[in-house]
Protein backbone atom coordinates (compact mmCIF):
# COMPACT_ATOMS: atom_id res chain seq x y z
CA UNK A 1 0.00 0.00 0.00
CA UNK A 2 1.49 3.19 -0.96
CA UNK A 3 1.56 6.66 1.10
CA UNK A 4 -1.27 8.26 -0.50
CA UNK A 5 -3.74 5.11 0.60
CA UNK A 6 -2.15 5.18 4.40
CA UNK A 7 -2.98 9.09 3.96
CA UNK A 8 -6.57 8.34 2.68
CA UNK A 9 -7.17 5.52 4.94
CA UNK A 10 -5.56 7.62 8.27
CA UNK A 11 -7.80 10.41 6.80
CA UNK A 12 -10.82 10.04 4.79
CA UNK A 13 -13.11 8.76 7.58
CA UNK A 14 -17.09 8.92 8.13
CA UNK A 15 -16.81 12.69 9.48
CA UNK A 16 -15.63 13.71 6.00
CA UNK A 17 -18.85 12.73 4.18
CA UNK A 18 -21.95 14.64 4.84
CA UNK A 19 -25.72 14.24 3.43
CA UNK A 20 -28.44 16.57 3.26
CA UNK A 21 -31.41 17.16 1.75
CA UNK A 22 -31.05 19.88 -0.45
CA UNK A 23 -32.58 23.28 1.05
CA UNK A 24 -34.99 25.46 -0.91
CA UNK A 25 -35.98 22.84 -3.76
CA UNK A 26 -39.18 21.11 -5.09
CA UNK A 27 -37.36 17.88 -3.36
CA UNK A 28 -35.94 14.74 -4.95
CA UNK A 29 -32.66 15.88 -4.64
CA UNK A 30 -29.55 14.69 -2.10
CA UNK A 31 -26.26 16.89 -1.61
CA UNK A 32 -23.43 15.05 -1.18
CA UNK A 33 -19.93 16.58 0.26
CA UNK A 34 -17.38 15.37 1.26
CA UNK A 35 -13.49 16.72 2.24
CA UNK A 36 -10.12 15.20 1.32
CA UNK A 37 -6.66 16.50 2.91
CA UNK A 38 -4.85 18.86 1.04
CA UNK A 39 -1.69 16.56 0.74
CA UNK A 40 -3.74 13.29 -1.07
CA UNK A 41 -4.39 13.56 -4.54
CA UNK A 42 -6.49 11.19 -5.77
CA UNK A 43 -7.47 9.82 -9.45
CA UNK A 44 -10.87 9.48 -9.58
CA UNK A 45 -13.86 9.62 -6.78
CA UNK A 46 -16.83 6.79 -6.96
CA UNK A 47 -20.13 7.75 -5.35
CA UNK A 48 -22.27 4.67 -4.29
CA UNK A 49 -25.69 4.99 -2.93
CA UNK A 50 -27.80 2.37 -0.80
CA UNK A 51 -31.32 2.20 -0.42
CA UNK A 52 -34.21 0.91 1.61
CA UNK A 53 -33.47 -2.64 0.19
CA UNK A 54 -29.86 -2.41 0.94
CA UNK A 55 -29.05 -2.65 -2.77
CA UNK A 56 -26.06 -0.63 -3.76
CA UNK A 57 -25.96 1.76 -6.96
CA UNK A 58 -23.03 3.92 -8.44
CA UNK A 59 -24.36 7.00 -8.65
CA UNK A 60 -21.54 8.81 -10.52
CA UNK A 61 -17.61 8.40 -11.21
CA UNK A 62 -15.99 12.15 -10.31
CA UNK A 63 -12.57 13.62 -10.89
CA UNK A 64 -10.87 13.76 -7.86
CA UNK A 65 -10.76 17.21 -7.44
CA UNK A 66 -14.52 17.37 -6.76
CA UNK A 67 -15.59 17.90 -3.40
CA UNK A 68 -19.43 17.41 -3.60
CA UNK A 69 -22.24 15.95 -5.78
CA UNK A 70 -26.20 16.92 -6.26
CA UNK A 71 -28.04 13.76 -6.83
CA UNK A 72 -31.28 14.26 -8.56
CA UNK A 73 -32.32 10.61 -9.31
CA UNK A 74 -33.60 10.02 -5.81
CA UNK A 75 -37.37 9.71 -4.45
CA UNK A 76 -39.19 11.87 -2.11
CA UNK A 77 -39.25 10.45 1.60
CA UNK A 78 -37.33 7.45 1.05
CA UNK A 79 -33.89 6.78 3.18
CA UNK A 80 -30.62 7.00 1.52
CA UNK A 81 -27.52 6.34 2.77
CA UNK A 82 -24.35 6.73 0.40
CA UNK A 83 -20.10 7.00 0.87
CA UNK A 84 -17.15 7.99 -1.41
CA UNK A 85 -14.43 6.07 -2.84
CA UNK A 86 -10.99 6.99 -3.87
CA UNK A 87 -9.26 5.69 -6.47
CA UNK A 88 -5.05 5.61 -6.93
CA UNK A 89 -3.85 3.26 -9.60
CA UNK A 90 -5.09 -0.26 -8.91
CA UNK A 91 -6.30 0.81 -5.38
CA UNK A 92 -9.82 1.79 -4.01
CA UNK A 93 -10.54 3.25 -0.66
CA UNK A 94 -13.80 3.61 0.86
CA UNK A 95 -15.20 5.53 3.12
CA UNK A 96 -17.98 4.63 5.60
CA UNK A 97 -21.45 4.61 4.94
CA UNK A 98 -22.76 8.43 5.88
CA UNK A 99 -25.96 8.63 8.25
CA UNK A 100 -29.50 8.00 6.47
CA UNK A 101 -30.77 11.04 5.04
CA UNK A 102 -34.02 11.63 2.74
CA UNK A 103 -35.24 14.20 0.29
CA UNK A 104 -38.39 16.09 0.74
CA UNK A 105 -39.98 19.72 -1.09
CA UNK A 106 -39.40 22.98 0.55
CA UNK A 107 -42.52 25.01 0.86
CA UNK A 108 -40.86 28.11 0.89
CA UNK A 109 -37.66 28.94 -0.79
CA UNK A 110 -35.85 31.14 1.29
CA UNK A 111 -33.24 32.12 -1.96
CA UNK A 112 -36.18 34.36 -2.87
CA UNK A 113 -36.86 36.49 -0.13
CA UNK A 114 -35.94 39.19 -2.53
CA UNK A 115 -38.42 38.43 -5.41
CA UNK A 116 -41.26 38.33 -2.40
CA UNK A 117 -39.56 42.02 -0.97
CA UNK A 118 -39.55 42.99 -4.65
CA UNK A 119 -43.05 41.52 -5.24
CA UNK A 120 -44.75 43.27 -2.20
CA UNK A 121 -43.32 46.46 -2.74
CA UNK A 122 -44.62 46.58 -5.88
CA UNK A 123 -47.84 45.58 -5.74
CA UNK A 124 -48.36 48.45 -3.19
CA UNK A 125 -47.67 50.57 -5.26
CA UNK A 126 -49.80 49.44 -7.94
CA UNK A 127 -52.85 49.31 -5.33
CA UNK A 128 -51.60 52.95 -3.84
CA UNK A 129 -51.73 54.39 -7.72
CA UNK A 130 -54.84 52.59 -8.26
CA UNK A 131 -56.97 54.15 -5.21
CA UNK A 132 -54.92 57.44 -5.85
CA UNK A 133 -56.64 57.77 -9.06
CA UNK A 134 -60.34 56.73 -7.89
CA UNK A 135 -60.00 59.37 -5.08
CA UNK A 136 -60.01 61.80 -8.54
CA UNK A 137 -56.46 62.79 -8.01
CA UNK A 138 -54.56 63.76 -11.63
CA UNK A 139 -52.01 60.96 -12.43
CA UNK A 140 -49.64 62.72 -14.73
CA UNK A 141 -48.65 60.20 -18.69
CA UNK A 142 -46.80 62.16 -20.73
CA UNK A 143 -48.58 62.87 -23.99
CA UNK A 144 -48.25 60.17 -26.99
CA UNK A 145 -49.12 61.63 -30.41
CA UNK A 146 -50.57 58.46 -31.89
CA UNK A 147 -52.92 58.23 -29.46
CA UNK A 148 -53.96 62.39 -29.17
CA UNK A 149 -55.06 61.49 -33.14
CA UNK A 150 -56.97 58.61 -32.66
CA UNK A 151 -60.16 61.39 -31.91
CA UNK A 152 -59.24 63.28 -35.23
CA UNK A 153 -58.81 59.94 -37.04
CA UNK A 154 -62.22 59.21 -36.51
CA UNK A 155 -63.99 62.60 -36.89
CA UNK A 156 -61.77 62.34 -40.44
CA UNK A 157 -63.76 59.50 -41.00
CA UNK A 158 -66.85 60.83 -40.08
CA UNK A 159 -66.26 63.63 -42.11
CA UNK A 160 -65.52 62.07 -45.19
CA UNK A 161 -68.16 59.34 -44.79
CA UNK A 162 -65.60 56.66 -45.29
CA UNK A 163 -65.49 53.90 -43.15
CA UNK A 164 -62.21 52.97 -40.27
CA UNK A 165 -60.34 49.53 -40.43
CA UNK A 166 -59.03 47.84 -37.35
CA UNK A 167 -56.58 45.24 -37.35
CA UNK A 168 -55.75 43.67 -34.53
CA UNK A 169 -52.29 41.78 -35.59
CA UNK A 170 -51.74 38.45 -36.50
CA UNK A 171 -51.47 37.18 -32.68
CA UNK A 172 -53.28 34.72 -30.94
CA UNK A 173 -55.51 36.21 -27.88
CA UNK A 174 -52.62 34.70 -25.84
CA UNK A 175 -50.47 37.57 -26.73
CA UNK A 176 -49.96 40.32 -24.62
CA UNK A 177 -49.94 42.83 -27.78
CA UNK A 178 -53.24 41.35 -29.20
CA UNK A 179 -54.68 42.21 -25.62
CA UNK A 180 -53.54 45.89 -25.40
CA UNK A 181 -55.00 46.14 -29.23
CA UNK A 182 -58.40 44.72 -27.95
CA UNK A 183 -58.31 47.07 -25.51
CA UNK A 184 -57.30 49.86 -27.76
CA UNK A 185 -60.56 48.64 -29.91
CA UNK A 186 -62.67 49.18 -27.61
CA UNK A 187 -61.99 52.68 -27.00
CA UNK A 188 -61.75 53.48 -30.78
CA UNK A 189 -65.74 52.06 -31.23
CA UNK A 190 -66.67 53.59 -28.38
CA UNK A 191 -65.68 56.81 -30.30
CA UNK A 192 -66.85 55.61 -33.86
CA UNK A 193 -70.16 54.63 -32.11
CA UNK A 194 -70.53 58.78 -30.91
CA UNK A 195 -69.72 59.80 -34.37
CA UNK A 196 -71.38 57.53 -36.31
CA UNK A 197 -68.70 55.72 -37.77
CA UNK A 198 -68.43 52.86 -39.85
CA UNK A 199 -65.51 50.18 -37.98
CA UNK A 200 -64.25 47.21 -40.20
CA UNK A 201 -62.62 44.71 -38.35
CA UNK A 202 -60.98 42.23 -40.31
CA UNK A 203 -59.40 39.01 -37.91
CA UNK A 204 -57.36 36.12 -38.83
CA UNK A 205 -57.70 34.61 -35.30
CA UNK A 206 -60.82 32.74 -34.59
CA UNK A 207 -61.10 33.34 -31.07
CA UNK A 208 -59.55 36.94 -31.35
CA UNK A 209 -62.28 37.62 -33.68
CA UNK A 210 -64.72 36.11 -31.27
CA UNK A 211 -63.55 38.65 -28.38
CA UNK A 212 -63.01 41.40 -30.75
CA UNK A 213 -67.28 41.55 -31.70
CA UNK A 214 -67.83 41.52 -28.26
CA UNK A 215 -65.80 44.42 -27.16
CA UNK A 216 -66.90 46.40 -29.92
CA UNK A 217 -70.79 45.16 -28.79
CA UNK A 218 -69.66 46.42 -25.62
CA UNK A 219 -68.26 49.78 -26.44
CA UNK A 220 -71.50 50.55 -28.59
CA UNK A 221 -73.74 49.92 -25.86
CA UNK A 222 -71.54 52.03 -23.24
CA UNK A 223 -71.92 54.83 -25.73
CA UNK A 224 -75.68 54.62 -25.79
CA UNK A 225 -75.66 53.52 -29.24
CA UNK A 226 -76.19 49.36 -29.43
CA UNK A 227 -78.64 49.57 -32.13
CA UNK A 228 -75.60 50.88 -34.55
CA UNK A 229 -73.81 48.12 -33.64
CA UNK A 230 -73.15 45.74 -37.07
CA UNK A 231 -71.63 42.25 -36.32
CA UNK A 232 -71.38 41.58 -39.59
CA UNK A 233 -68.32 44.46 -40.07
CA UNK A 234 -66.29 42.03 -37.23
CA UNK A 235 -65.66 39.34 -39.55
CA UNK A 236 -63.46 36.40 -39.72
CA UNK A 237 -61.22 36.17 -42.91
CA UNK A 238 -58.72 33.42 -42.69
CA UNK A 239 -55.86 32.04 -40.54
CA UNK A 240 -53.53 31.98 -43.27
CA UNK A 241 -50.76 34.70 -42.75
CA UNK A 242 -50.57 36.30 -46.98
CA UNK A 243 -54.08 35.50 -47.25
CA UNK A 244 -54.87 37.24 -44.45
CA UNK A 245 -52.28 40.36 -46.07
CA UNK A 246 -54.04 40.17 -49.36
CA UNK A 247 -57.64 39.93 -48.63
CA UNK A 248 -56.86 43.43 -45.99
CA UNK A 249 -54.98 44.94 -48.72
CA UNK A 250 -58.01 44.23 -51.37
CA UNK A 251 -60.15 45.58 -48.50
CA UNK A 252 -58.46 48.86 -48.09
CA UNK A 253 -58.27 49.22 -52.16
CA UNK A 254 -61.93 48.55 -52.60
CA UNK A 255 -63.52 50.41 -49.50
CA UNK A 256 -60.72 53.96 -49.46
CA UNK A 257 -61.20 53.94 -45.53
CA UNK A 258 -60.19 57.29 -44.11
CA UNK A 259 -58.51 55.38 -40.98
CA UNK A 260 -56.49 52.69 -40.79
CA UNK A 261 -55.57 51.20 -37.22
CA UNK A 262 -52.53 48.32 -36.98
CA UNK A 263 -52.41 47.25 -33.58
CA UNK A 264 -51.18 44.25 -32.40
CA UNK A 265 -48.88 41.35 -33.19
CA UNK A 266 -46.94 42.02 -36.55
CA UNK A 267 -44.80 39.87 -38.75
CA UNK A 268 -43.22 39.83 -42.48
CA UNK A 269 -46.62 41.56 -43.85
CA UNK A 270 -46.51 44.50 -41.76
CA UNK A 271 -44.96 46.08 -44.80
CA UNK A 272 -47.41 44.73 -47.00
CA UNK A 273 -50.67 45.80 -44.85
CA UNK A 274 -48.92 49.46 -43.94
CA UNK A 275 -47.66 50.27 -48.01
CA UNK A 276 -50.74 49.29 -49.22
CA UNK A 277 -52.88 51.80 -46.56
CA UNK A 278 -50.98 54.71 -47.52
CA UNK A 279 -51.00 54.26 -51.49
CA UNK A 280 -55.14 54.89 -50.33
CA UNK A 281 -54.30 57.50 -48.92
CA UNK A 282 -55.63 57.01 -45.05
CA UNK A 283 -54.80 58.54 -41.81
CA UNK A 284 -52.58 55.62 -40.69
CA UNK A 285 -51.77 54.32 -36.64
CA UNK A 286 -49.85 51.59 -35.69
CA UNK A 287 -48.30 49.77 -32.82
CA UNK A 288 -46.68 47.02 -32.54
CA UNK A 289 -44.02 44.81 -29.67
CA UNK A 290 -41.90 43.88 -32.15
CA UNK A 291 -38.63 45.35 -33.15
CA UNK A 292 -38.63 43.65 -36.20
CA UNK A 293 -41.98 45.54 -37.84
CA UNK A 294 -41.47 48.87 -36.16
CA UNK A 295 -39.06 50.13 -38.54
CA UNK A 296 -41.38 49.05 -41.55
CA UNK A 297 -44.56 51.36 -39.51
CA UNK A 298 -42.46 54.26 -38.77
CA UNK A 299 -41.65 54.34 -42.45
CA UNK A 300 -45.70 53.55 -44.07
CA UNK A 301 -47.47 55.08 -41.50
CA UNK A 302 -48.14 58.28 -39.37
CA UNK A 303 -47.80 57.29 -36.49
CA UNK A 304 -46.69 54.71 -34.63
CA UNK A 305 -46.62 53.74 -30.80
CA UNK A 306 -43.86 51.99 -30.02
CA UNK A 307 -43.19 49.06 -27.54
CA UNK A 308 -44.55 49.76 -24.32
CA UNK A 309 -47.02 52.71 -25.44
CA UNK A 310 -49.16 50.17 -27.15
CA UNK A 311 -49.55 48.68 -23.37
CA UNK A 312 -50.56 52.20 -22.17
CA UNK A 313 -52.96 53.12 -24.58
CA UNK A 314 -56.07 51.60 -23.21
CA UNK A 315 -55.13 53.73 -19.60
CA UNK A 316 -54.16 56.85 -21.77
CA UNK A 317 -57.27 56.87 -23.58
CA UNK A 318 -59.81 55.37 -21.05
CA UNK A 319 -58.57 57.32 -18.05
CA UNK A 320 -59.92 54.53 -15.96
CA UNK A 321 -58.58 54.23 -12.06
CA UNK A 322 -57.64 50.32 -12.45
CA UNK A 323 -55.48 51.18 -15.56
CA UNK A 324 -53.67 54.22 -15.36
CA UNK A 325 -52.81 53.20 -11.32
CA UNK A 326 -51.94 50.48 -12.76
CA UNK A 327 -49.48 52.26 -15.34
CA UNK A 328 -48.68 54.45 -12.62
CA UNK A 329 -47.24 51.60 -10.65
CA UNK A 330 -45.34 49.78 -13.14
CA UNK A 331 -43.57 52.80 -14.19
CA UNK A 332 -42.79 53.71 -10.56
CA UNK A 333 -41.49 49.68 -10.01
CA UNK A 334 -39.11 50.38 -13.18
CA UNK A 335 -37.88 53.77 -11.54
CA UNK A 336 -37.20 51.54 -8.41
CA UNK A 337 -35.06 48.67 -10.08
CA UNK A 338 -32.95 51.45 -11.82
CA UNK A 339 -32.27 52.80 -8.56
CA UNK A 340 -31.34 49.57 -7.62
CA UNK A 341 -29.00 48.34 -10.44
CA UNK A 342 -27.08 52.01 -10.36
CA UNK A 343 -26.62 51.33 -6.36
CA UNK A 344 -25.94 47.58 -6.71
CA UNK A 345 -22.81 48.64 -9.02
CA UNK A 346 -21.74 51.31 -6.50
CA UNK A 347 -21.31 48.56 -4.37
CA UNK A 348 -20.17 46.14 -6.41
CA UNK A 349 -17.38 48.92 -7.17
CA UNK A 350 -17.01 49.18 -3.34
CA UNK A 351 -17.17 46.37 -2.26
CA UNK A 352 -13.70 45.37 -4.21
CA UNK A 353 -11.80 47.36 -1.57
CA UNK A 354 -10.61 45.35 0.92
CA UNK A 355 -11.54 47.65 4.00
CA UNK A 356 -14.81 47.83 2.29
CA UNK A 357 -15.69 43.84 1.20
CA UNK A 358 -19.02 43.64 3.83
CA UNK A 359 -20.36 45.50 0.95
CA UNK A 360 -20.77 42.02 -0.86
CA UNK A 361 -23.15 41.02 1.71
CA UNK A 362 -25.23 43.30 0.89
CA UNK A 363 -25.16 42.48 -2.90
CA UNK A 364 -26.17 38.85 -1.58
CA UNK A 365 -29.51 39.98 -1.06
CA UNK A 366 -30.37 41.19 -4.54
CA UNK A 367 -28.99 37.37 -6.17
CA UNK A 368 -31.45 36.12 -7.78
CA UNK A 369 -29.89 33.51 -9.57
Same mark, same amino acid.
Given at each position: ???????????????????????????????????????????????????????????????? !?? +??????? %??? =?? #??? @?? *? $??????????????????????????????????????????????????????????????????????????????????????????????????????????? !?? +??????? %??? =?? #??? @?? *? $??????????????????????????????????????????????????????????????????????????????????????????????????????????????????????????????????????????????????????????????
Amino acid at each position: MNLILFLLISTFIPPFISVRDTPNDAGKSITVSWELPEAVTVEALVLERMGADEQTVTVATLPG !TE +QGYVDED %VTD =RQ #PYR @YR *V $AAVAGADTVWSAWSAVVSSSPQFFNWARVNILVAMLIFFALVIYFIEHAKAGRYLFVRRIAGLDAVEEAVGRATEMGKPIVYVPGLGSVADIATIASLNILGEVAKK !TA +QYDSALL %VPN =RD #PIV @YT *V $AREVVKEAYTKAGRPDAFKPDNIFFVTSEQFAYAAAVDGLMVREKPATNFFLGTFWAESLILAETGATTGAIQIAGTDSVFQLPFFITACDYTLIGEELYAASAYLSREPLLLGSLKGQDYGKLLIIVIVFLGSVLLLLSKIPALGFFSNILNFFNVS
